[in-house]
């Protein structure tokens, strides 16, 4: 009987579905810590399973929300400091969510990679569930996409999907009009926005990652690795108490575009620019790129990660309840009559 040759395999190519398992086992525990109520099902199944009735909605609508972390990982892969674009993974989707008015529930998250580093892709994926803990969102599932030939060595990407509820009729914005304050609420950096112009200017100052902080104490990448904030739970408690508006979440495009995306025709915002310090890091960035002010302020959250938008008579109230709940509040300005977001002062 001839000698037959043992056939090509899936690991000769590159992919190590023993190593995938590896990290599913891994991850379990992460996951099973962000369990709330309304989930059916753990990780491991061709779908997860999630009871909106035994989550306390009587009549839901579901609200969709997609994300990435977006070049931030470019200084998260080259310093090997992973451990926190989890959080601004989610924190990207659910901040998001929450200005609807939505309470995420859940979040799916895909991460793709050329070759699957076990202990890299843990690390990454607890930060995901640290991040859904914070927002009271439970980690139901996901996708490990190990991909040869798609990655350089040790490159990565991400990508998210959060679902939430609110009960019909409780959309968010509603109810906008003159008047309105506009409550702040302080970022904790950068965020995950206008890191393809951070990762510029640090070229063109001659820095690398490694270097000390030129804003901060400690090194200059660890400190532009300061994941998102999550918004989540204080701004509920604030939907809930009455009063709010809505809410929008300082992103990419910043006060300028962000916020008149919850205003209604006919209405803008008047901002004072000396109601809240800019943030060290904005203040070096601003000076070392030589970057305008309007540029700041369409391109960076510039210290205000989020901002509600709420009646006159409960403004006090509720920056009194998001104070207790650990955020900074700055009272910003106010709904104006006319389009358009006019700014008083200067960022200092």
């Not at 995901?128 to 599932?141: P, V």
Request: aromatic share 6%.
């Amino acid at each position: 009987m001839s000698e037959t040759k043992n056939g090509m395999t899936y690991a000769e190519a590159g992919v190590d579905i023993d190593a995938g398992n590896a990290l599913v086992d891994r991850i379990k525990p992460a996951a099973a810590s962000t369990n709330r109520a309304g989930v059916m099902s753990g990780l491991g199944g061709f779908g997860a399973l999630f009871d909106l009735k035994a989550a306390g909605y009587d009549d839901p609508i579901l609200v969709a929300a997609t994300d990435g972390v977006g070049t931030k990982l470019r200084i998260a892969i080259d310093t090997g400091e992973v451990d926190g674009v989890g959080i601004d993974l989610v924190a990207m989707c659910v901040n998001d969510l929450v200005c609807q008015g939505a309470e995420p529930l859940f979040f799916l998250d895909y991460f793709a990679t050329g070759k699957l580093e076990t202990e890299s892709a843990a690390r990454i994926v607890e930060g995901i569930a640290e991040g859904c803990r914070q927002a009271g969102a439970a980690l139901i599932g996901g996708e490990t996409a190990e991909m040869p030939g798609m990655y350089p060595a040790g490159d990565f990407d991400l990508a998210g999907f959060a679902v939430g509820a609110m009960e019909r009729g409780s959309a968010l914005p509603a109810d906008v009009a003159k008047g309105d304050v506009l409550l702040g609420l302080a970022s904790d950096g950068v965020h995950s926005n206008g890191y393809s112009l951070v990762r510029r200017l640090v070229e063109a100052e001659g820095l690398h990652w490694e270097a000390a902080s030129p804003f901060s104490n400690g090194r200059l990448g660890a400190a532009l690795l300061a994941p998102t904030r999550v918004y989540v739970k204080p701004c509920l408690e604030a939907i809930r108490a009455g009063g709010v508006h809505g809410l929008a979440h300082i992103t990419g495009g910043g006060l300028t575009e962000n916020l008149p995306r919850i205003l209604p025709e006919g209405l803008g915002a008047e901002i004072d620019l000396g109601s809240w310090k800019l943030p060290p890091v904005f203040a070096w960035m601003q000076g070392a790129g030589g970057i305008a002010e309007a540029e700041m302020l369409k391109t960076f959250n510039c210290g205000i990660g989020m901002v509600l938008v709420v009646a006159a008579d409960r403004a006090e109230a509720l920056a009194d309840l998001l104070g207790e709940a650990g955020e900074t509040v700055h009272r910003l300005g106010e709904v104006t009559a006319g389009e358009g977001i006019r700014y008083t002062g200067t960022l200092a």
